[in-house]
């Protein structure tokens, strides 16, 4: 989509990015990186051979496996090796890319992208690596590139390598394996994925049963005793349905997911490609991408951000100057946000925000799908031309 006036884009970028920062407040502003502490108490508890599971300030609820990884390094080097070395590809990898502006708005609507860098937490930022080695493994792997097949075949390897390592220690990271069905001669690696996490599983069980019973305890107790279910519709009905079960909450919304899914890219039928291998579907990577990140049904913060940002770019790859709505949708979003803050601020309707939350992201993930279906319907259609008026010419 051609942008009709970059000052303004930019404008309203900056607009939205300095309300986020506001609307954070100032307990979280000058007492930011609270997850990351929650790691280094955990880990210095471990070290010196106390329970790390005991509830402390936020709960430590990651599995022994972190602990065991990370006990045995300088953890404040490493993590900050880690958050520069996304941040840095993340910028390497787009530096060339049109979306930037839209992507960027996406990350911040809602404050998603603020509020989660400010929890320190490493979610956000694996998040960005694995988006940013995703999108440059498509450019390599695109037609226009074939010399550099090599390089993307590297890149899914990394890619294999840090979906497992993640999903060892955030078990909903392991959803980002199904791009990998969606790759030419992807399968390996979509199935490598899933076994390595099995095995790392089954190595903390064997090795650390009573860590693993402590972190499986905190974890239901966070989730359960504190409300601590999410932002979108798995958390709301936690919250505030207590007439299913935590089981019929998941199949509900991983229904309504699926069923998006389904409907926007019919998998069963459509060609294994990614976006930059099928110019007919624009924008298809980052729209799989979202959909990876819709899976999660105990979506927070700085898993709303990447969402919102994979969603954005994904409408703005398939959008062009016809589709004058789309550019109401980049603004009408991050101000409906806005408008939900402001009612809980000033009218103190708390619900406001859960609401803005449950739609928002349904809302935004259902637009565009609806691009994403019109798109493959229209490129099947041209296709089924193509072939009738080769077999005419013939």
Known sequence: ???????????????????????????????????????????????????????????????????????????????????????????????????????????????????????????????????????????DASPHASQRGGNAAAKYCALAFFIALFASIKIYFLTYAVVFFFIPKGMRYGFAVPVCVALATLAQLALEPRLWTGFETLLRWQMLAQNDSGLVLFGILEQHVRALSTLEDVLFYELVVLALFAYAVDPLRGRRLMAAENENVRGRLFYVLAFCLALNPRMKEYDIAPFFACCYVSLFESSN??????????????????????????????????????????????????????????????????????????
């Open 1 to 139: 989509m051609k942008l009709p006036g970059k000052k303004q884009d930019f404008a309203f970028l900056a607009f939205v990015a300095l309300f986020s920062v506001y609307q954070q407040g100032r307990g979280k502003l000058f007492s930011p990186f609270w997850d990351y502490n929650v790691y280094a108490y955990a880990l210095d508890q471990f070290r010196r051979g106390a329970n790390p599971y005991i509830p402390h300030g936020f709960p430590f609820v990651y599995p022994p496996i972190f602990l065991n990884l990370f006990s045995r390094v300088p953890f404040h080097w490493l993590y900050l090796a880690f958050v520069a070395a996304s941040l840095i590809y993340l910028a390497y990898s787009i530096r060339h890319a049109d979306f930037v502006v839209a992507g960027a708005l996406g990350f911040l609507t809602g404050g998603a992208g603020v509020g989660g860098i400010l929890t320190g937490n490493f979610a956000i930022f694996a998040h960005l690596l694995i988006i940013a080695l995703f999108y440059a493994a498509s450019q």
């Open 321 to 394: 100057d016809a589709h004058r709505m789309d550019r109401v949708f980049f603004y009408a979003v991050p101000l409906a946000f806005i408008a939900a803050w402001i009612v809980v601020k000033f009218g103190h309707v708390y619900y406001a925000l859960d609401v803005s939350w449950f739609i928002g992201v349904y809302f935004v993930f259902f637009v565009v799908s609806l691009r994403q279906r019109a798109l493959r319907v229209s490129a099947r259609a041209g296709a089924r031309q193509v072939n009738s008026d080769a077999a005419a010419t013939g």
